[in-house]
């Protein structure tokens, strides 16, 4: 059983670029969040999909977007790169059938980010 | 606000010395708490979820407990593969959202 996978593993960019990272969630999962996690911090919620739509969103500026597909896989673009967003970026994926009940998440691997 | 602080921010044990991470919180409502490990560079790794308070889960040599204002990772018997960073997060009501603390960071010496 395949677990949540991401790619790429690492990426440099440069400041002004735009970069656009891919998640292929747990099989049976079907919504999909995505966390920044600045070195020695937890990671930091972004946003959240489920049904293709953006469910909630954190505390991030506009230039945070995302995008969900049929197939549930999702990606995270960031636009105008800064410095201060190389972190490492966590996919985590979820199914939505737990009711009241908080839903756990799974983490992929990350993708490091680098911005020069 | 729901917040999340872990302590201690660093723990070293020697090989077979038992004990505890904290992690306390507040929230309007928990619909969950719940416990990773992670590795340096790599991913968080799903270790326990905690709905209830006086609830408690095992697996191996760690044990989570749950109160209404705190959860304790236990630590029994360590090995030095059980060095990293435990995480602590949680899901309140309302929320998709998990809110992370900053972790413990374990290390235990052979």
């Known amino acids: 059983d395949a677990g949540v996978t991401q790619s790429p593993t690492h990426l440099i960019k440069t400041r002004g670029q735009q970069v656009t990272l891919r998640c292929s969630p747990k099989?049976?999962?079907?919504?999909v969040s995505w966390y920044q996690q600045a070195l020695g911090q937890g990671p930091q919620f972004i946003f959240q999909y489920y049904e293709e739509e953006e469910r909630q969103r954190g505390n991030f500026p506009d230039r945070f977007s995302g995008h969900q597909f049929p197939n549930y896989s999702s990606e995270l673009n960031v636009n105008a790169l800064l410095l201060g967003d190389s972190a490492l970026y966590l996919c985590?994926?979820?199914?939505?059938?737990?009711?009241?009940?908080?839903?756990?998440?799974?983490f992929g691997p990350g993708t490091r980010l680098t911005v020069l | 606000e729901d917040q999340v602080t872990q302590s201690p921010e660093a723990l070293r044990l020697q090989e077979g010395e038992s004990s505890s991470l904290n992690c306390s919180y507040t929230?309007?409502?928990?619909?969950?708490l719940f416990w990773y490990r992670q590795d340096p560079g790599k991913g968080p790794e799903f270790l326990f979820t905690?709905?209830?308070a006086g609830e408690e889960k095992e697996k191996e040599r760690l044990k989570a407990t749950l109160t209404k204002k705190e959860s304790f990772l236990h630590i029994t018997a360590p090995k030095p593969e059980d060095s990293a960073t435990y995480l602590c997060a949680l899901a309140g009501a309302g929320s998709y959202q998990l809110t992370f603390g900053k972790g413990t960071k374990l290390s235990v010496i052979p």
């Open positions: 985590a994926s979820s199914f939505n059938g737990d009711g009241q009940r908080g839903n756990t998440q799974y």
């Open positions: 905690l709905y209830s």
């Open positions: 929230v309007s409502g928990l619909r969950g």
């Open positions: 099989s049976g999962h079907d919504t």
